[in-house]
């Protein structure tokens, strides 16, 4: 059986990730630099910005939250509040890494459970389901 929903869902990940490592490599790249020109940083927040709604859409699609597993917050939200990289200090730069690290860890842990529900479903026959439904609603209404 396939369930289009999972499906629908599987691609806007897959589509969010290709976006949040090209996101990285934006961040990456002003880094290695050594010095970020007003320019770098105004690109970096443009994307952010894009970044940010193209999550709250995933998040009102998928309907998931963030479970705290050796930290508080939701590590994306995180590094979307960051307002200005061009001043951050050493110490917040480390944390912004580290958010970096859980937020990978923590998306591709909600693709990997789409991508299980969709094997799950595979083993369904709609026949079946359907018939099983037809009986509940049956006994139902006895």
Sequence with gaps: MRDKKTEIDIKTMNDFLEFWGKFHSIYSGMLEKGIITKEDE????????????????????????????????????????????RFISEENLRKVDNDWKDSYIFLNNIFERLKTRKRRFKEFSALGVFFKRIREKAKGAL
């Design 42 to 85: 105004d690109k970096f927040m443009e994307t952010k910005t894009m970044i940010r709604s193209k999550y709250n859409d995933l998040a009102s699609s998928l309907e998931y939250r963030y479970m705290p597993h050796g930290r508080l917050t939701d590590p994306v939200s995180d590094i979307l509040a960051v307002q200005t990289i």
